[in-house]
């Protein structure tokens, strides 16, 4: 905004001395004036700057503000889920647990089976040891009752010869 100053010409020095002051005083505080006017533009503008800016913090706080927000909603999200697989995970592990136990249950029954087996197993070989030896002595009864039957037989046959001779000799 620029101000024209209207400055008179007065055709004498008295006067003019006498107007110069006034209007150099008056030059100053058109000078003085446009100077303020100069500054308070300049300040409109810096104002207008600010303000822009103020709206620009205020676009990138809503933004934040925003992005905050939903990065709240996300990390409410992944701590739920954190939390049911976290539940799920203890299933998991108390079942898996459960399980073991059965299984270590079932282990220790089948080998105290294991091992009543092998206690039958070695009465069982003790027995049929003892059968074994019972058989060789059958066996060697065997024998000597084959023995015995081949000397019976051959007796008898002497026997029959004997009494054959005998039965001739008394007919004769």
Same mark, same amino acid.
């Given at each position: 905004?620029? *101000? $024209?100053? !209207?400055?008179?010409?007065?055709?004498?020095?008295? /006067?003019?001395?006498?107007? @110069?002051?006034?209007? $150099? *005083?008056?030059?100053?505080?058109?000078?003085?004036?446009?100077?303020?006017? =100069? @500054?308070?533009?300049?300040?409109?503008?810096? +104002?207008?700057?600010?303000?822009?800016?103020?709206?620009?913090?205020?676009?990138?706080?809503?933004?934040? @503000? +925003?992005?905050?927000?939903?990065?709240?909603?996300?990390?409410?999200? #992944?701590?739920? !889920? %954190?939390?049911? #697989? $976290?539940?799920? *995970?203890?299933?998991?592990?108390?079942?898996?647990?459960?399980? #073991?136990?059965?299984?270590?249950?079932? +282990?220790?029954?089948? %080998? /105290?089976?294991?091992?009543?087996?092998?206690?039958?197993?070695?009465?069982? @070989?003790? /027995?049929?040891?003892?059968?074994?030896? *019972?058989?060789?002595?059958?066996?060697?009864?065997?024998?000597? #009752?084959?023995?015995?039957?081949? !000397?019976?037989?051959?007796?008898?046959?002497? %026997?029959?010869? =004997?009494? +054959?001779?005998?039965?001739?000799?008394?007919?004769?």
């Amino acid at each position: 905004m620029d *101000k $024209t100053v !209207k400055i008179r010409a007065y055709p004498d020095d008295a /006067k003019n001395n006498g107007s @110069q002051s006034n209007l $150099t *005083k008056d030059q100053d505080k058109a000078l003085e004036l446009v100077n303020k006017n =100069i @500054q308070l533009e300049e300040e409109r503008k810096r +104002s207008l700057e600010y303000v822009k800016a103020i709206e620009q913090l205020r676009v990138g706080l809503n933004q934040e @503000q +925003s992005r905050t927000a939903e990065m709240a909603k996300r990390t409410v999200e #992944l701590e739920a !889920k %954190l939390k049911e #697989l $976290t539940v799920l *995970k203890a299933n998991e592990f108390a079942k898996n647990n459960a399980q #073991l136990e059965e299984e270590k249950r079932k +282990s220790l029954a089948h %080998l /105290k089976t294991i091992e009543q087996l092998h206690e039958r197993l070695q009465q069982e @070989q003790v /027995k049929s040891n003892g059968m074994l030896d *019972k058989m060789a002595e059958l066996e060697a009864n065997t024998k000597e #009752l084959a023995l015995l039957e081949a !000397k019976v037989k051959e007796l008898t046959e002497v %026997l029959g010869k =004997i009494t +054959s001779v005998a039965a001739t000799v008394k007919v004769g």
